[in-house]
């Protein structure tokens, strides 16, 4: 079978993407009545961190070892990742003992730079640049909580906060199937022309359509789902006053402005969240919150990723085959008793 990565959401088709989301939906499902199908059995996953994680590092690992196989947590200083040995010894070395690799890293090269040599599956389990498997997620619980009348093609997006990872892969997946796409935020922090070229290339094929806004009240008029994100990231901490002065209080998500949107409009939130900050407590415990959904639904979707990827590519002899091997080595230790 082909090998192939999960790295980028534009790496797939609208079609392998849906194809995807259905299987995730056909595995909760099976979940949900404790039949959860052992299709990985024995097979292992290498999970690599280079920053602590509750969502990513949970789900993968629970996902693997309900799926019938086994996880292996490698935190900084256990793996030599680029030190004393380089991204790709480190890459080979684990394909020739794991079925699948997951890495969640700082810099977007260092998940190219293992994918590059491996010769089984890599997942991107976030980077600097982008977040693949959290979005895929995302529009999962949002298909889960669609208004009754609409279709996926439909539905209006609004992400109201910094040009984070997760607004970068919200975007792009969005366009590449067809929604409607919003970011609000001060023109310093908007998207980068990169990503709306790329996004605008979607819509093109999908129909979809992208808008970057400073108003805020604007963006949720007509919104399906508000999501929002830190201010934010690892390394911009010396950031945070003039950030927090940007975006406080025009660009926090409160009662105020959800109520501005459709009343069945949706709270979305990746977390962590900073409470109090990005969104106030009322809105993310609110009856309109779905950002618990979401937690969940990393689990069923690593699960289907991880299934989607690596199933294919496992072996499955014969009982035949099984029994002469087996056969042969009980022979072989019986003989030297």
Known sequence: MTLRHFIDTQDFSKEELLELIELTRMIKAADKQGCTPKLLQDATLAMIFEEPSTRTRVSFEVAMTELGGHALYLKPGEIHLGVRESLGDTSRVLSRMCDVIMARTLQHATITGLAGTATVPVINGLTDYNHPTQVVCDVFTM??????????????????????????????????????????????????????????????????????????????????????????????????????????????????????????????????ASRGVEATDEVMDSPQSIIFDQAENRLHTE???????????????????????????????????
């Open 143 to 272: 298909i889960e909580h669609t208004p009754a009348g609409k279709r996926l093609e439909d539905l209006n997006v609004t992400f109201i906060g910094d040009a984070t990872n997760v607004l970068s892969s919200l975007m792009l997946i969005c366009t590449r199937l067809g929604m409607h796409f919003t970011h609000a935020a001060p023109k310093k922090y908007q998207a980068p022309a990169q990503w709306l070229q790329w996004a605008e290339e979607n819509c093109q094929v999908s129909g979809g359509t992208v808008t970057v806004t400073e108003d805020p009240i604007a963006a949720v008029r007509d919104a399906d789902y508000i999501y929002t994100d830190l201010w934010w990231w690892v390394g911009q901490e010396d950031e945070i006053p003039e950030r927090r002065a940007a975006f406080m209080p025009k660009y926090q998500v409160n009662m105020d402005l959800l109520r501005q949107a459709p009343a069945h409009c949706k709270f979305m939130h990746c977390l962590p």
């Open 303 to 337: 699960k289907g990723i991880l299934t989607w990827l690596v199933y294919p590519r496992l072996k499955r002899p014969s009982p035949e085959l099984l029994a002469f091997h087996t056969g042969q080595i009980h022979n072989y230790l019986d003989g030297r008793c």
